[in-house]
């Protein structure tokens, strides 16, 4: 039903076209670059590439994706602060962004040196393992690495990323040692896990396809309720573990720019997202839409910035004073 909804909502969003959208100013007068944080063929590229497409219909200018994967995800803000704020530039902001000062000496604050524009969706994260794992279920998964400290290899997006927060959090709150294996996205991650170079993955659910051939088993999920792709997968909290993590993602720019513009980007973008190619892509790695504006978008990520904080201290990786 929420599905439907959104798709007659999306059809109802391709009405304004780029002529519309020009009459509100200059902006594009130039093919818009936008940076993402994660590599080519991975779920954030494809579904951000989809987002792309439909606001290059809607603006009458190309959208041009760029691949910055490394660092945590975080190479697109960074870039950022040597960027024109003239909306031509534009970065996805993921998590990881917020957590970068505490583990990092930077000289720009996330918060403060980014303008933030739209929300746009996030992850649904889960743990895998190859089907002729001997880890069975999430509890085998606990007690193989009870029984083999520092054994058990995962990997994940990347260092300080949320799957590897999340499950050093994880392991924290169990008692485990863990292998932490990073990657830099989740198409190399996936290549690892079926070659059986790493015991297993966290990932968003660009694995659904190898779950669905046959090759890679889900022990768990992560958030607030069952995939409707796997229902009987538990959640993180049904195993007796009280994290939910969605690690929601969006547009930001430079610092600086003129609020008029801001809200012409917004509004382009959000057209773009609520189209059914956008939906129906999400939909694929189940991702559903989470809109903020920029007024909500900006509290995000000050509230976030705060939350990570004490996260990143609990876990022991925040950088010497």
Do not use: C
């Amino acid at each position: 039903m929420q599905r439907r909804h959104l798709l007659q909502a999306a059809a109802a969003a391709t009405l304004a076209g780029p002529a519309a959208l020009r009459a509100q100013g200059a902006w594009p007068s130039q093919p818009v670059r936008l940076l993402i944080a994660f590599p080519a063929g991975g779920p954030t590229d494809i579904t951000m590439r989809a987002l792309a497409e439909n606001a290059a219909k809607l603006l009458g200018q190309p959208v041009v994706v760029e691949n910055r994967p490394g660092a945590g995800g975080t190479l697109p803000a960074q870039a950022m602060q040597q960027s024109r704020p003239d909306g031509h530039t534009l970065a996805q902001i993921p998590l990881g962004v917020f957590r970068l000062p505490y583990t990092t000496r930077i000289t720009w604050d996330p918060v403060k040196d980014l303008t933030y524009i739209l929300g746009i969706t996030g992850y649904a994260f889960g743990i895998v393992v190859p089907t002729e794992s001997p880890i069975r279920d999430f509890a085998g998964f606990i007690n193989w690495a009870k029984a083999n400290p520092g054994k058990l290899s995962y990997g994940s997006t990347g260092v300080l990323t949320s799957p590897h927060l999340t499950m050093e959090d994880i392991a924290q709150r169990t008692g485990v040692e863990l292998n932490h294996i990073p990657f830099k996205g989740s198409a190399d991650m996936m290549q690892a896990i079926l070659g059986g170079q790493i015991m297993a993955a966290a990932d968003s659910t660009g694995f659904a396809p190898h779950v669905a051939s046959g090759r890679l088993r889900v022990l768990v999920t992560w958030g607030d309720k069952r995939l409707p792709k796997f229902p009987d997968v538990p959640t993180l909290t049904e195993v007796g573990i009280p994290i939910v993590q969605a690690s929601p993602y969006g547009l930001g720019g430079p610092k600086g720019m003129d609020a008029a513009l801001v809200r012409r980007i917004h509004d382009a973008f959000k057209q773009a997202m609520e189209m059914p190619s956008h939906v129906e892509v999400l939909a694929r790695y189940d991702q559903t839409l989470l809109h903020m504006s920029p007024e909500q978008y900006t509290r995000f990520a000050e509230e976030t910035f705060r939350r990570e904080k004490a996260l990143v201290d609990k876990l022991g990786l925040s950088r010497p004073s």
